[in-house]
């Protein structure tokens, strides 16, 4: 079975600091590994993915995301938050032998960006 | 523009009644989602369906029906056996092949009175 742990329930981060939200997964085989944000109210919005090759994925708004097979972990980071990135932040699995996609989503990191 | 659409946005209903939510794509996608969304709780998958007259259930799918004549069209049931229909519902649809990413709708919020 497939799981995705978002250890945190939210995260403070003054605006102009880094920000890092934390996503760890267990799959069987290898995954993909998506990010996604949630403005209240709304649907998810499509942030990066990693699917293979560089651990390094850059995406949407200046979002990043470092893959680490090791620690079976996928945070995202940006290295300066604006207040405008306050928002829903969901990690979610989907295994690489399911073509349909059956994904499994974190519960949820909360950012507040204060300015 | 592209995109997914569901309606209503907002969505209020007595206890024992039936309720349907619309999800209409224009993407061309094969593959269409149901999800729940419960604060603190992530996105559940109620149903999704592969193809036309084709679907599958999710992890909650009790107490909801879907229907898929269509290609573009996914409308969910929230049934009166559902015990807790209050939530945040969430349509999604992405390519059948390879690794795509899941497009959502804005959602609908049912509440039951």
């Known amino acids: 079975a497939q799981s995705v742990a978002q250890p945190e329930d939210q995260v403070n981060v003054a605006e102009g600091n880094p920000l890092t939200v934390k996503c760890t997964y267990s799959?069987?085989?290898?995954?993909?590994l998506f990010w996604y944000v949630q403005y209240p109210n709304r649907g998810l919005q499509f942030l990066l993915k990693?699917?293979?090759?560089?651990?390094l994925v850059k995406g949407s708004y200046g979002f990043e995301a470092e893959f680490n097979k090791s620690q079976t972990s996928f945070h995202l980071k940006k290295p300066s938050a604006l207040v405008s990135d306050s928002a829903l932040y969901f990690c979610a699995v989907s295994p690489t032998t399911d073509s349909w996609g059956k994904f499994q989503f974190g519960a949820g990191t909360q950012v507040v960006v204060t300015p | 523009d592209g995109g997914i659409t569901q309606s209503p946005k907002y969505l209020f209903r007595k206890e024992g009644q039936n309720v349907t939510l619309s999800c209409e794509q224009n993407?061309?996608?094969?593959?269409m989602y149901w999800y729940r969304q419960d604060p603190g709780q992530g996105l559940r998958l109620i149903y999704y369906?592969?193809?036309?007259?084709?679907?599958q259930k999710g992890d909650i799918a009790e107490g909801y029906s879907v229907s898929r004549e269509k290609k573009e069209s996914f409308p969910l049931t929230v049934t009166s056996a559902q015990k807790n229909p209050t939530a945040f519902y969430l349509c999604?649809?992405?390519?059948?092949?390879?690794?795509?990413?899941?497009?959502f709708g804005e959602g609908s919020r049912l509440t039951v009175l």
């Open positions: 990693y699917i293979t090759g560089d651990n």
């Open positions: 799959v069987s085989g290898n995954p993909y």
């Open positions: 993407l061309n996608h094969d593959a």
């Open positions: 369906s592969q193809i036309v007259n084709d679907f």
């Open positions: 999604a649809s992405r390519n059948k092949d390879g690794p795509g990413e899941l497009f």
